[in-house]
């Protein structure tokens, strides 16, 4: 049970000391002990600690004392007031000072147990925590995109390739799978970093406001246009533009922004001065632009110009190793920005994540942990936190009687299905072995083509 963690208990009472230590020690865990705090403080700085037991009252220096340092120098050290019933508002003044818990004497073995228990897990989790969050921040990032997989260090080396040319850059991938991430990263390491990134998405506007917010407009040009002003074109000069769903822009658009490109030319809408303009394109869509050039529905010319370096993004469901690092991500993303201690996620929950097929890839996941950490009412997030995620909505609402033998057929069926039939994944999932996973599979007649 001890995990080889390693507590100090600091106390001038030697009974205290001793029977602290006994207990602890036949808990399993390695204790050491210090009559007063000049010896803890001593002792913290040659062997780290995972907790410590402080007495608040101690004739050399005062518990309060020793508790700033140790929080100061070992903030990762949890530390327990040790106090008489006298003295139970200063433990709760300690608690705001950094302590972790407090301990009243006399204290009960059982008692003794459960706290340290308690702070035992929350030390692990915080620890595992510190890991993971070193692993996000580390090898795993790559300026604000997260993933160890294969495929995502394909596209890592493939914007360390294309970063510093000129070239026109087209990204295709679903949405949600993170396009304007990996465009910001290619203008971040171009030549072209100390310039604007400006962005537009094409198929938020009509025509008429897209051609004005990209070619910007002079006053008097139409109605409304009570100004003079720059669009998108003028304000990358100098840096980058993005194009965000290229595939929706207007045959006419598609005619103008290729002259753009070819002659770094351009007139606002109303004007008739040629403006000249300097800019990396970068453009992004979820449809396949090829058929649609099969289709006569996009410029065939438009097309070999956009795809000079062509990026394939991919789905979060080919990326199913990233998942617990996209997750934790935004759960201390979350954590911070809503103020819920929700300090990790469990095991089963990420492997529930993992099976789960991501329509809406990266957003997906944002979404869902937002949700799961703002409605969660405990520290750890479970696979109770994410059931919504597989709810059928056509039949939850169906007041339908069925037998329990039914219901876990249909559970099971659905279970194979969501992870595509690999039965290590379903037996997880499900909390049962692969033996009896098959004995269920063949008693109820369940096969990969039903």
């Not at 004007?271 to 529905?297: C, M, P, Q, Y």
């Not at 065939?300 to 080919?318: C, G, H, M, S, T």
């Amino acid at each position: 049970m001890g995990e080889s963690l390693r507590i100090l208990v600091v106390d001038d009472e030697l009974i205290v000391r001793e029977s602290l230590a006994g207990w602890l020690n036949r808990a399993g865990y390695e204790v050491n002990t210090a009559q007063g705090g000049l010896e803890a403080l001593e002792m913290m700085g040659s062997g780290g600690y995972d907790l410590v037991f402080l007495d608040i009252r101690m004739p050399d220096i005062n518990g309060m004392q020793v508790l700033k340092t140790i929080k100061l120098n070992h903030p990762a050290t949890l530390v327990v007031m040790i106090t008489a019933y006298s003295s139970v508002e200063t433990a709760i003044e300690a608690m705001k000072s950094g302590a972790d818990d407090y301990l009243v004497k006399p204290f009960e073995p059982d008692s003794l147990q459960l706290l340290t228990e308690k702070l035992m897990n929350q030390k692990r989790l915080l620890d595992e925590n510190i890991c993971l969050r070193r692993q996000i921040d580390g090898s795993t990032r790559y300026l604000d995109l997260i993933g160890s997989s294969a495929c995502m260090k394909r596209v890592f080396s493939f914007i360390e390739q294309v970063a510093g040319v000129d070239s026109p850059v087209l990204l295709q991938g679903e949405t949600g799978t993170g396009k304007e991430l990996v465009a910001k990263a290619i203008h971040a390491r171009s030549n072209r970093r100390h310039g604007p990134f400006v962005t537009i998405n094409c198929g938020a506007f009509a025509e008429s406001l897209l051609e004005s917010e990209l070619f910007g407009h002079e006053v008097g040009s139409f109605t409304g246009a009570v100004r003079t002003q720059k669009g998108r074109l003028e304000m990358a000069h100098g840096g980058t533009l993005f194009l965000d769903e290229i595939g929706e822009i207007p045959p006419k658009m598609q005619v103008d922004m290729l002259r753009v490109l070819q002659e770094k030319r351009f007139h606002r809408v109303g004007g008739r001065r040629d403006l000249h303009v300097d800019f990396r394109l970068i453009s992004a869509t979820h449809r396949n632009l090829r058929k649609r050039v099969a289709a006569e529905k996009f410029r065939q010319d438009f097309y070999f110009r956009l795809k000079v370096i062509e990026i394939e993004i991919p789905p979060l469901r080919e990326r199913a190793d990233d998942i617990p690092l996209l997750a934790l991500h935004f759960l201390h993303r979350f954590r911070r920005e809503t103020g819920k201690d929700v300090q990790n996620i469990r095991d089963d929950a990420l492997a529930l994540l993992q099976s789960y097929p991501w329509p809406g890839n990266v957003r997906e996941l944002e979404n869902v942990i937002e949700r799961a950490v703002v409605l969660a009412k405990t520290t750890q997030l479970g696979k109770r936190d994410f059931g919504f995620l597989f709810r059928n909505d056509d039949t939850d609402t169906e007041d339908v009687p069925i037998s329990m033998k039914d219901m876990e057929k249909n559970h099971i069926h659905k279970t194979l299905k969501l992870v595509h039939w690999n039965i290590s994944k379903a037996a997880t999932l499900l909390e049962i072995n692969r033996v009896t996973l098959h004995n269920k599979i063949k008693r109820y007649g369940l096969k990969p083509s039903d």
